[in-house]
C-alpha cells in the first residue's frame, strides 16, 4: 500500500495520522518544527519528519514515498505552505486533499481585519496594554506602535529560538510569555487580569485551538479581540475527510459504532487524600474503567495499571474521548467533591447526552475543614477565588461564616491585609493547607496573626465573622459627607431600586460625589464591580473614607472626567448619571457604545437636565423604562411640635436598550 502524506502539526493532522495508523494506514506526517513532532506519537504505521519545506523539496517527498494522496491539515493561515503543497501535488501527480478547520461565531464586538497590518494601524489608534497571540511570525510589525515595549505583551512558542528572535525585537521580560497553547478559559482570563489588557489580537484558530476559551475570557474582562480574519479557502472538513479515507481504505470508522452504542463515563469527587477518602463504590469503579482521566497526582493516588490520560481541562478532556471511542468505560477524577466549584459542570456541558453517565460525590473541603474545626456547616457561605476575583470582604462583612478556596498562601494574607484595613479586626480566620495529607495544617488566629504567617499552597479558609451586617441601605448620618453635595437616603434607595441591578452588576457611578449611591449599590451588587468615577479631588478623597467604612472592596475609584474616565474601564451592566459636568450626551454616547444593552439612570434637580436627558434618549433611540418625580419631607421637631421641611424635588429617569 502507498504511504499517505499528512502536511500539518495541527491537532486535526495528529487525529488523522492516528486514525489511519491505528487501521494500520502507513502514513507519513510531515511538520515544520521538532516541537511540532513531539506531539505525534510514532508506531509502525507512522513516521514523521520535522522540517520546513519547500516546493520542490515537497515534490521530492511525495515521489519518494510513492504517495497517491497528499492531506494538507496545515493551519488554516498558512496560505504560503498550503498554495506550495497544492502545487507539488500537480507536479507529482497526487491527489490533494484540503481539511479545513471549522470557523469559529464572533460577536458584533469583534474587530475583524484582513491582516497584520490592518491590525497594527487599529492599536496605533488606541490606548491600553494589547496581548498578541498571533505567534512571532509577524510580530516585528507590531514595533511601529508607539511604546510597544511597554504596552504589547507577546504569546509565543516556548522553544529557545523564538524566545531569542522575539528578544531582538523588543519583547522581553513581562511583556514576553513563552507557552505552549491552547489555554483554557480560565488561563487566558488570568493573563487578561494579571497585565491588565484592552485588546488581543488573534487569529481563528477554531475550538482546537483554542478561540472560544479565548473569545468568553476576553468577554469577561472586558478586553476587544482584533480578529485577523481567515483566508477564504475551499477543502473538506475532518468528518467528510475520514469518510473519504474510511472508504478508499475499507477502514471500520469505530466512532459509527461509537454514536450508536453508549458509553460510561463515571464522574468520581476523590475527596481530600484520594484513595483513602474515597467511598468504597467509587473506588470499585475506578478498578473496573479501562480509562482513568484526571491530575497526575490523582491518578497516581488511584494506582491502577489501566489507561490514563493526565489533564483537567475540560475541552481537551471531552477532545480526546472523542477521538478514542474505543474506550467504553471512563472514570474522570475530580479533586474534592463534584458539587463544589468543580470542571465536572463544564464536562457535562460539553458532552451533552453522548454518554451514560454516574456522578459520585467526594468529601468536599468545607465539610472537611469544618469537620476539623469541629463547627457546623449547614450555614456556611460558600465561594472560590480559585482562577476568581469574588468580593470576599464583602461577603464576610454580612455573613457569619464564609468557605472560600484560594490560590497561594498570598492570597490568606492579602485577605486578612484586607480585614485589617477596613477595621475587621475581630474576624476569626482559619486555614487549611495540604489538607489532607500527612503533612496537612490548619492554622487559625486573627486577621493580624494570620498576615504574619506563611502559606506555600493552594490553601482553603473559614472566615466567622460575630457581628455580620446584613442591611443593603444606608441612613445618611453613616456617611463621611464633609462639603459636597449628596444624593438623599430616599432619593438613593428609590434610584438603586428602579435600576434592578443583579448582584454581579458592573456599574459606573459618574459623578459620585461623596460616593453615598456607590456604597449602597455595593451593598447590592456585592459580586459586581462599581467604579465610582468623580473629578473632584475634596471628593475623591470622601469616596475612599466611606469605601473603608463600609468595606466596599468591590469599589474602585477612577480619578477622572466623564466621558474619557470611562474609556478603559469594563464593559458595564448600569450606570448613575449623578452629575455630567455639562457632558450628558457625549457620556451617554460612550456608555452605549460600550454596551447597548445598558440600564441607566439619571438624576435631575432641574427641568434643563430632565430635558437634555429625554432629548438624548429621543436622539439615540433608546427605550425609557419610566420617568418619576420624588418629593420628599422629612420631620421637623419645633417646639414639641412635627414640622414637616420639604427637600428638592428630583426627577429619575431610567433608559437604556433600543426603543
Not at 488573534?202 to 469577561?220: L, N, P, Q, Y
Not at 457611578?509 to 456604597?519: E, H, L, N, R
Request: some cysteine.
Amino acid at each position: 500500500m502507498k504511504r499517505i502524506i499528512i502536511f500539518g502539526g495541527t491537532t486535526e493532522g495528529r487525529r488523522l495520522a492516528e486514525y489511519l495508523g491505528q487501521a494500520d494506514v502507513k502514513v507519513h506526517v510531515c511538520v515544520a518544527t521538532e516541537y511540532g513532532e513531539s506531539l505525534i506519537e510514532k508506531s509502525a504505521s507512522i513516521d514523521v519528519s520535522a522540517e520546513r519545506l519547500t516546493e520542490e523539496q515537497m515534490v521530492e517527498l511525495i515521489r519518494k514515498n510513492g504517495s497517491g494522496m497528499v492531506i494538507d491539515a496545515t493551519h488554516p493561515y498558512a496560505v504560503i505552505v498550503s498554495e506550495n503543497i497544492r502545487k507539488a501535488c500537480d507536479s507529482a501527480k497526487a491527489e490533494y486533499i484540503r481539511l479545513l478547520r471549522n470557523k469559529s461565531k464572533v460577536s458584533d464586538n469583534v474587530v475583524t481585519v484582513a491582516n497584520t497590518d490592518e491590525a497594527v494601524e487599529y492599536l496605533k489608534g488606541t490606548d491600553g496594554n494589547v496581548l498578541v497571540a498571533t505567534g512571532s511570525k509577524e510580530l516585528s510589525k507590531y514595533t511601529s506602535i508607539s511604546e510597544y515595549k511597554n504596552r504589547l505583551y507577546a504569546r509565543v512558542l516556548s522553544l529557545p529560538g523564538v524566545a531569542e528572535q522575539c528578544s531582538k525585537l523588543g519583547f522581553e521580560g513581562r511583556n514576553l510569555i513563552c507557552m505552549q497553547g491552547p489555554f483554557c478559559e480560565e488561563l487566558n482570563y488570568g493573563m487578561m487580569k494579571q497585565f491588565d489588557i484592552r485588546y488581543m489580537v488573534t487569529k481563528d484558530s477554531g475550538d482546537a485551538g483554542g478561540f472560544a476559551d479565548k473569545f468568553r475570557a476576553a468577554e469577561r474582562a472586558g478586553v476587544k479581540i482584533i480578529l485577523v480574519g481567515r483566508p477564504e479557502e475551499t477543502g473538506e472538513s475532518f468528518d467528510n475527510v475520514v469518510k473519504m479515507l474510511s472508504s478508499k481504505f475499507k477502514i471500520k470508522d469505530n466512532r459509527e459504532q461509537a454514536r450508536t452504542e453508549r458509553r460510561k463515563l463515571s464522574i468520581i469527587g476523590t475527596g481530600m487524600n484520594g484513595k483513602k477518602g474515597m467511598t468504597v463504590e467509587a473506588t470499585d469503579v475506578c478498578t473496573n474503567a479501562d480509562l482513568l482521566i484526571g491530575a497526575k497526582r490523582m491518578i497516581e493516588q488511584i494506582g491502577s495499571a489501566k489507561d490514563s490520560l493526565i489533564s483537567f481541562d475540560p475541552r481537551t478532556i471531552t477532545e480526546y474521548l472523542n477521538e478514542h471511542p474505543e474506550y467504553r468505560n471512563i472514570a474522570l477524577l475530580f479533586s474534592g467533591d463534584v458539587g463544589f466549584y468543580s470542571g465536572c459542570k463544564k464536562v457535562l456541558d460539553l458532552i451533552e447526552n453522548e454518554f451514560d453517565v454516574n456522578i459520585y460525590c467526594g468529601i468536599s473541603s468545607p465539610q472537611y475543614l469544618c469537620s476539623k474545626l469541629r463547627v457546623p456547616w449547614e450555614d456556611v457561605f460558600l465561594i472560590s477565588a480559585h482562577g476568581l476575583e469574588p468580593n470576599i470582604i464583602g461577603e464576610i462583612r454580612r455573613h457569619e461564616k464564609v468557605f472560600t478556596l484560594l490560590n497561594t498562601g498570598k492570597d490568606v494574607s492579602g485577605i486578612c491585609n484586607k480585614l485589617k484595613e477596613y477595621g475587621m479586626f475581630d474576624i476569626v480566620v482559619n486555614v487549611g493547607e495540604r489538607m489532607g495529607q500527612e503533612d496537612e495544617r490548619i492554622v487559625s488566629g486573627t486577621p493580624c496573626e494570620i498576615s504574619k504567617t506563611e502559606f506555600n499552597n493552594l490553601c482553603v479558609a473559614l472566615f466567622v465573622n460575630p457581628s455580620p451586617r446584613t442591611e443593603r441601605t444606608i441612613s445618611d448620618d453613616e456617611f463621611v459627607r464633609g462639603d459636597v453635595p449628596m444624593t438623599k437616603s430616599e432619593i438613593r434607595t428609590l434610584t438603586v431600586s428602579k435600576m434592578n441591578i443583579s448582584y454581579d452588576s458592573v456599574i459606573y457611578d459618574i459623578g459620585a460625589g461623596t460616593g453615598s449611591v456607590t456604597m449602597e449599590m455595593s451593598l447590592n451588587a456585592v459580586q459586581g464591580k462599581i467604579f465610582a468615577v468623580e473629578k473632584e479631588k475634596d471628593a475623591l478623597k470622601l469616596i475612599s473614607e466611606n469605601k473603608k467604612r463600609f468595606a466596599a472592596d468591590n469599589v474602585v475609584i477612577v480619578d477622572g472626567f466623564a466621558p474619557d474616565a470611562l474609556r478603559h474601564l469594563p464593559k458595564p451592566t448600569h450606570a448613575f448619571i449623578g452629575g455630567s459636568s455639562g457632558n450628558l450626551k457625549d457620556i451617554i454616547r460612550m456608555l452605549i457604545e460600550k454596551n447597548p444593552d445598558i440600564t441607566v439612570a439619571v438624576n435631575s434637580i432641574t427641568l434643563e437636565t430632565l430635558s437634555r436627558t429625554l432629548e438624548c434618549i429621543k436622539e439615540f433611540g433608546l427605550k425609557e423604562k419610566e420617568t418619576v418625580c420624588v418629593s420628599v419631607a422629612r420631620s421637623k421637631s419645633v417646639g414639641g411640635m412635627h414640622m414637616m421641611n420639604a427637600l428638592n424635588p428630583v426627577y429619575i429617569t431610567v433608559f437604556g436598550g433600543s426603543a
